[in-house]
Structure formats: structure tokens, C-alpha cells
């Protein structure tokens, strides 16, 4: 079955914790992503990667990392989280058809 | 830059009644528009997408968009609403990145729909 995970689904930490929130596809896509859900403001892009290796950062960038290593893995890296990085968490990758599959989510409560 | 608006935060409508959720885009380019659902602590599914073909598209559920280039619109409707249709609802518009050919995905805010018994 062709899908998107992540893991955690739901994570407390407290500020400053590092954490890896990790996201995996099993369909072979170069493109993947990662976003932020907020309420009233949609999804918004966090980094996204067209290959191995190659990332960039989207519309809200600051305060996290990612890594492309291999291409079914992207995982998403919060240094030192805050409070206001408390949010609703999209892993996507994009198959060549434009379409966008994405992961359960994973909701983070930043202390 | 290309960017999308939902024109209606909260929709409520009646079991059988029609749905209409109003997207207005601006883009620069041909753009590919996207509706996407959203249920209860769910992930987001794919419902209809419009990359330059038919400018009226089908969809899940009995859902269809109608692209409309001259209002910049991409609205999208049900005839009659069912119970399991209560969900956010986001339009979407698809950004080119030019040089790699790979698309960035601009969200609309999301209109939540309520469908009452």
C-alpha cells in the first residue's frame, strides 16, 4: 500500500528538548515536504527536498532542520523547540501526477 | 506569487442540501488547483485536482470544481450533502519552481463544513 508515515503521532516535550519527528514514503518520490498546520492559517511549507541531498527551506523556516539522506526518508529536526512551534505536523511527498500524499500528522505540544 | 482564498471560514448546510465552498486564486502562470479534505484528526486526502484539462472536474464523494479562468475561481460543489461530508475543506493552488519542474503546494485557510441532520 502505497503511504506516507510518521512517527511520532503525538509528542510532549519541553522547550529547549531536541526532537526528530521522522517521515518515510514507500513510493519512490523524488519531492517531499514537510508543513505546519495552524488554526486559520492553513498549511504552511516548513523545508521541502526535490532529491537526496537537496533541500530548501519554505515559508516558515526558522527554528527547524531537515535532512535528506536516503530517498524514502525526510526527517524533520527541532533544535530547541518553543512554545510557539506547538502546532499540527504534515509530512507529504509528490508523486509526478502533481498529487500531493501526506502522512497522519504528528501533534506536538511544546512546554 | 500565486496565492489562494477561501472566501468562507465556516459553511453549515442541511443533510441533502447542495454544498458550495468558494475558492479565488491568483497566479502568474496556468495553475493546477487542488481540492483537499481534511476529517477529524485525520490526515489530508486528495478530493479533485485540475491541471489544464477539463475545466469541470470530478471528484470523491460526488464532489466536483468547475475552474472558471475569467473569475479566477475554482468552487468547489456537492448536490446534496451527506452527514460524513462534515469536515475542512482546502483549496490549493500549485506553484511552479521553474528551473526543477517541481511544484509547491499554497494553501487556502480552509473552510470547515457542518452538515446538520
Known amino acids: 500500500e502505497a503511504q506516507v508515515t510518521q512517527n511520532p503521532r503525538y509528542l510532549i516535550t519541553v522547550t529547549g528538548k531536541k526532537l526528530t519527528v521522522t517521515c518515510s514514503q514507500n513510493m519512490n518520490h523524488e519531492y517531499m515536504s514537510w508543513y505546519r498546520q495552524d488554526p486559520g492559517l492553513g498549511l504552511r511549507q516548513i523545508y521541502y527536498s526535490m532529491n537526496v541531498e537537496v533541500t530548501d527551506k519554505g515559508d516558515v523556516p526558522e527554528g527547524y532542520k531537515v535532512s535528506r539522506k536516503e530517498k524514502r526518508n525526510f526527517p524533520l529536526i527541532l533544535e530547541s523547540p518553543s512554545p510557539n512551534q506547538t502546532s499540527l505536523y504534515f509530512c507529504?511527498?509528490?508523486?509526478?501526477?502533481?498529487?500531493?500524499?501526506f502522512g497522519p500528522g504528528t501533534r506536538l505540544l511544546v512546554l | 506569487a500565486q496565492s489562494v482564498t477561501q472566501l468562507d471560514s465556516h459553511v453549515s448546510v442541511s443533510e441533502g442540501t447542495p454544498v458550495l465552498l468558494r475558492c479565488n486564486y491568483s497566479?502568474?502562470?496556468?495553475?493546477?488547483l487542488f481540492w483537499y479534505v481534511q476529517h477529524p484528526n485525520k490526515g489530508l486526502q486528495l478530493l479533485l485536482k485540475y491541471t489544464s484539462a477539463a475545466t469541470l472536474v470530478k471528484g470523491i464523494n460526488g464532489f466536483e470544481a468547475e475552474f472558471k479562468k475569467s473569475e479566477t475561481s475554482f468552487h468547489l460543489t456537492k448536490p446534496s450533502a451527506h452527514m460524513s461530508d462534515a469536515a475542512e475543506y482546502f483549496c490549493?493552488?500549485?506553484?511552479?519552481?521553474?528551473?526543477?519542474?517541481?511544484?509547491?503546494?499554497?494553501f487556502g485557510t480552509g473552510t470547515r463544513l457542518q452538515v446538520f441532520p
Open positions: 490549493v493552488v500549485s506553484e511552479s519552481k521553474g528551473l526543477y519542474n517541481t511544484d509547491k503546494l499554497i
Open positions: 507529504a511527498s509528490t508523486g509526478g501526477d502533481e498529487t500531493q500524499y
Open positions: 497566479s502568474s502562470y496556468s495553475p493546477s
